[in-house]
Structures are given as structure tokens and as C-alpha cells.
């Protein structure tokens, strides 16, 4: 049976976890996890990621790099939110 169904995503995404740390104000940092990461967007998960604002800094860290990324919030199910890169 054919599944003509069209991807919901523009580009493929990343599986596997990194961590982020999002900064809050001068001060205050919390850290999350990262999974499906793409050049677009990622889905982050922690305790205190519910609690987001709608648009916020993160710091991605991985392969020995980090990236700075603005992201604003697009979906939230519980812990886990889906957010998308911000990009001028």
C-alpha cells in the first residue's frame, strides 16, 4: 500500500541529545535537552521548560561547538516544547 502523504518538515531532522542552556534575563540560565534538532527548529525537554517565555536565547552545546540561536516557542506538551530558530 502507497502512503502519498507529503513530510511535514522542510528539512530532515537530527536525532540524538545535546544540551542547551537558555538565558533568562542578566542572571538566570537553565539547561535542557535537545532532540530533533534541524537547521529550523528543535524540540527541547526538561523541568523547567514549561515555563518559557515565547521568545528566548539558547546556546546549544555539541561536537565541541556552541551556537547561539533565538528561538521562539511553537508548541508545548507538557516538559517538551517544539521551538523554531529565529534567522534575520
Not at 542572571?27 to 517565555?53: H, M, W, Y
Amino acid at each position: 500500500m502507497s502512503n502519498n502523504v507529503p513530510p511535514r518538515r522542510k528539512e530532515s531532522r537530527a536525532s540524538g541529545n545535546r544540551t542547551g542552556v537558555i538565558k533568562l534575563g542578566m542572571f538566570k540560565q537553565i539547561e535542557c535537552d535537545i532532540t530533533d534538532f534541524s537547521v529550523s527548529g528543535a524540540k527541547l525537554s526538561g523541568p523547567d521548560v514549561a515555563n518559557l517565555p515565547e521568545n528566548f536565547d539558547m546556546t546549544v552545546h555539541g561536537s565541541g561547538k556552541k551556537r547561539k540561536y533565538e528561538c521562539l516557542k511553537r508548541w508545548q506538551r507538557g516538559d517538551t516544547i517544539g521551538v523554531e530558530f529565529i534567522t534575520e
